[in-house]
């Protein structure tokens, strides 16, 4: 599996918005960019994903650079409840299963 | 999307001994995944359940040490056999409804003294 790389930790002021890198530079034509969530003491949820071009729904942004070798996940107005763990993962077209990186813990500041 | 549970939500047990956790969807789902968060880590994927046919396992897992059940679409049992402190762990469940969206469950959370 193509390898992610995210910053371990990230703090954010409240109603702010913030912005995830990862970095993903062996990314393949195939693979899509997902987005997970860990908040605390819950299992992971879906955020966003996307290929090529820019995604936005009611959570999030995600903004793909154009060799798409990085992606920039984007909460308009940080809240405390985005705090949590948030998950960069790749994953080919072809498969189903998910393998997790270590995630960027995301700390929001009142 | 998917509702799922899990039971037991929590336990401790003793080394040495054997515990089953189960998972519940509440739609029909073809692939289920069973995952392991150690404290502090990211999640492992463990096994991909297909009902009616033999779970696949990642490398560094293996059937004797987790086996899992897969009975019908909507149930799986993960069990960990002959637990050691190393065990120690959350255990997610997990199902694919609409693709790419893979769904999870709250976690069972396993302390083995």
């Known amino acids: 599996d193509a390898k992610t790389t995210q910053p371990n930790s990230m703090e954010s002021n409240e109603e702010e918005p913030v912005h995830l890198p990862c970095n993903h530079s062996?990314?393949?034509?195939?693979?899509?960019i997902h987005w997970y969530r860990q908040l605390p003491s819950q299992g992971p949820e879906y955020v966003i994903h996307g290929l090529t071009s820019n995604v936005n729904n009611r959570m999030a942004s995600l903004a793909i650079a154009e060799d798409r070798k990085s992606s920039t996940l984007i909460l308009h107005r940080a809240t405390l409840r985005d705090a949590a763990v948030y998950y960069c993962?790749?994953?080919?077209?072809?498969?189903?299963?998910?393998?997790f990186g270590t995630g960027t813990s995301l700390t929001v500041i009142p | 999307s998917a509702v799922i549970s899990q039971k037991p939500s929590r336990d401790i047990c003793q080394r040495g001994t054997s515990l089953t956790i189960q998972c519940q969807v509440d739609?029909?789902?073809?692939?289920m995944f069973w995952y392991r968060q150690q404290p502090g880590q990211s999640l492992t994927l463990i096994a991909t359940a297909n009902q009616g046919s033999e779970a696949t396992y990642e490398s560094g897992f293996v059937i004797d040490k987790f086996p899992i059940s897969r009975p019908n679409l909507t149930f799986s049992t993960l069990t960990v056999s002959n637990m050691s402190p190393e065990d120690s762990s959350i255990y997610l469940c997990s199902v694919t409804l609409a693709h790419p969206t893979q769904y999870f469950g709250p976690g069972t959370r396993l302390t083995v003294l």
């Open positions: 739609s029909q789902v073809t692939m």
């Open positions: 062996t990314i393949s034509g195939t693979d899509y």
């Open positions: 993962i790749l994953r080919d077209v072809a498969l189903t299963q998910f393998y």
